[in-house]
């Protein structure tokens, strides 16, 4: 029996009432005390009528785990007990709840109670469900967020080729918003095309169930993508579409490029370097040979009557002598190392200047046409290099116009900036006058443009060229610290673009005149000279022309007898490259020991000693070989008379 007070009862009740859940209170024996506004909802019951009644006697329970007086016992030993019941209440309603069944011992229920609650299992399967699709639709949110934050391009594919899903890269891609590409057919959407494309990875994955990686250039979109295809697999493991994911590569393979070209440019840049010091060393040792063979036929031709029958082999081989030095020239003006003397022109002046001679270089059938800019800068470089350049251009354009064609020449000023310096690394930003040379022949291919300024590389018919005409033109602009570009197209005709740094000073008059005569002299001369054929020839003319000449084959030698020399030594003429110091040593020595002895260089080769970049240094006095006798001997004459 409980025991106890009806107030303290109410007070213990009154919380169960605000409890959403149906809750029942039973004596020891069963027996119900209280039922709060839930339970009688849900089982049908008034309290009034049901208060001290035995729980079979209000609804049949007609399954659960245990049979209630056994669920009873239960509570009663063990504390308390949960689980599933189906019962059928008084008015015939069939219910499945969820029980929990717990003893309570307080004061107030003696010796105990049990409370009971129950849940209706429908109800919590509504409530489940409802989290189940509030969780689902989070993480179907989480996932479309993550889908569209992907910056590749990902469209999912039925196995008839239509977009079940695409993320808004692949939308923003097409121009569309993704919901509009549903239902579409991909190869419609991305190629405008009405059925798949060739090699569409979409069917290779659909044939063999495999992952298909394909790189391609979208001419329409103007993009080139790398695509990965990848089966889709239902629940049943039934292949049933793709997962096509694409990568925008342009700018990527845009930078590659353009790392590659600079690679490129860079292995064609040290590829000419080396040509050119082998070039240039060959040049030296040329040239010392043809000063010897040139000079002495020539002096052999002074003491022989023309009338002789050597004398015409004499000028056939003077003729050759000077073939050959025109070749080594060219092979200097390849290497960088030809001696020049830059003077600040205007481009134009030296067009309007060399157009008659270009004229009949060019032949009747090739038209000329000059394009010259009224305001053109000034540049700083050599005048015959200028004139080389533009001729051996003219000359290359003639020959691949056979058949006539034009051939332009434009001058204009030009601005090259950062953008251009990228793309071409050896051409600093700044200001530049253009020089272009253009003709509407038959063009190269990009093999024949990759050996271009390469010497002795020629496309022409044997005993038709040296190969060199290209490579001094390269030489000579490099050495004019400039840069050259080319555009060709078989069959549509070649670009040369040259561009010379522009500088702000007045142009210089290129004097063109040189005395013909062998003047003579009487003063003492010291000359030095290691390359005994070269020595002997400069010997031989100096004391023909009526010098004092003593010759030496070092510097060492012509420095003891120098300083221990009692009369005037009026000139010192001295090789620059020798054995143990170079003429630059021996030059200063001389020049502290005989302040008032003149210096006369001589080299066929600008090593870094009397030039800087193949520029005379301030005061410097040279002759450069292969030299004539005349040469020689108004050299000798023009420095002396200097003093």
């Known amino acids: 029996m409980m025991k106890t007070t009806e107030p303290a009862g109410r007070q213990f009740f009154s919380a169960f009432e605000i409890i959403e859940d149906a809750v029942i209170v039973l004596n020891e024996a069963g027996r119900l005390l209280y039922m709060n506004g839930a339970a009688e909802r849900l089982y049908g019951l008034k309290r009034a009528t049901a208060r001290g009644r035995a729980l079979e006697e209000l609804f049949v329970v007609e399954t659960s785990a245990r049979s209630f007086p ?115 057919f991909c190869y419609n959407c991305v190629h405008c095309a009405d059925a798949p494309i060739k090699d569409c990875p979409h069917a290779k994955t659909m044939q063999d169930g495999g992952v298909h990686i394909i790189e391609c250039w979208e001419k329409r979109l103007n993009v080139e993508m790398i695509s990965t295809t990848s089966p889709l697999y239902d629940a049943e493991g039934e292949l049933v579409g793709t997962v096509h994911i694409s990568r925008d590569v342009t700018a990527q393979k845009k930078a590659e490029q353009e790392r590659h070209k600079a690679e490129e440019q860079l292995r064609q ?116 290099q200028v004139e080389q350049i533009i001729v051996n251009l003219a000359v290359n354009a003639r020959d691949a116009m056979p058949n006539g064609g034009k051939l332009t020449l434009q001058t204009a000023n030009a601005i090259l900036g950062e953008e251009y310096h990228r793309q071409h690394p050896h051409a600093p930003p700044g200001a530049y006058v253009l020089l272009a040379i253009s003709d509407n022949g038959s063009g190269m291919s990009p093999e024949v443009k990759a050996h271009l300024f390469e010497p002795f590389f020629t496309t022409k018919e044997q005993d038709k060229g040296t190969g060199l005409g290209l490579a001094t033109v390269y030489g000579a602009v490099k050495q004019g610290g400039g840069h050259i570009e080319v555009y060709s197209e078989t069959g549509l005709g070649t670009t040369f673009k040259i561009y010379l740094p522009r500088i702000d000073a007045a142009t210089e008059m290129v004097d063109k005149t040189a005395a013909e005569e062998m003047p003579k002299g009487t003063e003492t001369v010291f000359l030095v000279e290691d390359e005994e054929i070269v020595k002997d020839l400069a010997v031989k003319v100096l004391q023909r022309q009526g010098y004092q000449v003593s010759a030496y084959r070092n510097g060492g030698e012509a420095l003891k007898d120098i300083e221990g020399y009692d009369g005037p030594i009026h000139l010192l003429v001295t090789d620059v490259i020798m054995p143990g110091f170079n003429g630059r040593v021996l030059a200063e020595k001389v020049g502290v020991l005989r302040p008032e002895t003149r210096i006369l260089f001589s080299s066929g080769y600008t090593e870094e000693v009397i030039v800087h970049h193949g520029v005379l240094d301030d005061g410097i006095e040279f002759l450069a070989k292969p030299y004539s006798p005349h040469l020689l001997a108004r050299r000798v004459r023009e420095v002396l008379d200097k003093g």
Not at 103 to 125: K, T
Not at 127 to 144: C, F, G, H, I, M
Not at 272 to 301: K, P, Q, W, Y
């Open 269 to 384: 840049a040290q590829k000419m370097e080396s040509i050119g010091r082998l070039a240039g060393g060959v040049a030296h040792d040329f040239n010392n040979l043809l000063t010897s063979i040139a000079g002495n036929v020539e002096l052999a031709m002074m003491d022989l009557d023309p009338n002789h029958p050597l004398f015409q082999n004499m000028i056939e081989v003077k003729k050759a002598a000077e073939s050959a030095a025109h070749l080594t020239r060219q092979l200097l003006v390849f290497s960088r190392k030809q001696l020049v003397e830059p003077k600040v022109l205007n481009l134009n002046e030296v067009i309007e200047h060399i157009q008659k001679m270009l004229r009949r270089l060019i032949g009747e059938d090739v038209e000329l046409k000059t394009i010259l800019s009224d305001k053109l800068g000034a540049v700083k470089i050599d005048h015959g």
């Open 70 to 184: 056994e669920i009873l016992r239960r509570v009663e030993w063990e504390g308390d007990w949960r689980g599933a019941a189906r019962l059928t209440t008084g008015d015939g309603r069939r219910l499945a709840l969820d029980w929990l069944l717990r003893r309570i011992e307080c004061p107030e229920f003696a010796p105990f109670a049990i409370l009971l609650v129950a849940r209706d299992a429908a109800a919590r399967d509504i409530t489940r469900q409802r989290d189940n699709e509030r969780k689902l639709r989070a993480v179907e949110e989480e996932w479309e967020r993550t889908f569209d934050a992907v910056p590749d391009m990902i469209a999912i594919l039925d196995k008839n080729y239509r977009i079940i899903r695409a993320n808004r890269a692949f939308a923003k891609l097409l121009g569309k918003r993704p919901k509009e590409l549903e239902g579409e």
